[in-house]
């Protein structure tokens, strides 16, 4: 990770600084194990100051594939391996400041396979079903932003045109 300064050019003429945050890319995987439950790890964050609830995720080594990547973290830090990854979204986690982008996957068709996970990360698995998922973002218990913009487009995905129609609806069109 790495800080710069950067002089943006407004469309006035004038110069305006903006500090950027370099950081590397990762992934997230939102991964349904063999009894159809979402797959969650529950872990320290420092910035936060007390565990997180949040989906498998780990950033991206230099020269690696993102879906690679996701393969790897789910095995490091859920003991999963996929039987397929398909692209959920992907996206920046904060333009306003920082480079960092973020590849979405889901997972399926998982069996159980492990691969030694970092030293320093305590993790606690968790497993939930969609509808139990959603109810703990209505509860403000999932508060990661990368697991939410996952969890609500498979959601999304799983009530389909009947979701579209109801979007239509609150939007008055």
């Known amino acids: 990770m790495n800080v710069r300064r950067d002089t943006q050019r407004l469309a006035d003429g004038r110069e305006a600084g903006r500090e950027v945050v370099e950081h590397a890319p990762a992934v997230v995987i939102l991964a349904f194990d063999e009894e159809g439950r979402i ?5 320290w964050r420092s910035p936060a100051g007390r565990p997180l609830l949040e989906l498998p995720a780990g950033g991206v080594e230099p020269g690696e594939d993102p879906r690679a990547c996701a393969a790897r ?4 830090e859920a003991g999963l391996k996929p039987g397929s990854l398909e692209p959920l979204p992907s996206f920046y986690v904060a333009p306003g400041w920082a480079t960092e982008y973020l590849y979405g996957f889901l997972a399926r068709d998982c069996e159980p396979s492990r691969l030694p996970g970092d030293a320093d990360e305590r993790l606690v698995v968790e497993r939930y079903t969609l509808g139990e998922a959603m109810d703990l973002i209505a509860a403000g218990e999932i508060e990661d932003a990368k697991s939410i913009v996952c969890l609500q487009a498979v959601a999304l995905r ?14 008055g069109e």
């Open 39 to 43: 797959v969650f790890v529950r872990q």
């Open 158 to 171: 799983a009530v389909g045109a009947l979701g579209a129609k109801v979007i239509r609806f609150y939007a």
């Open 73 to 76: 973290e789910l095995q490091e």
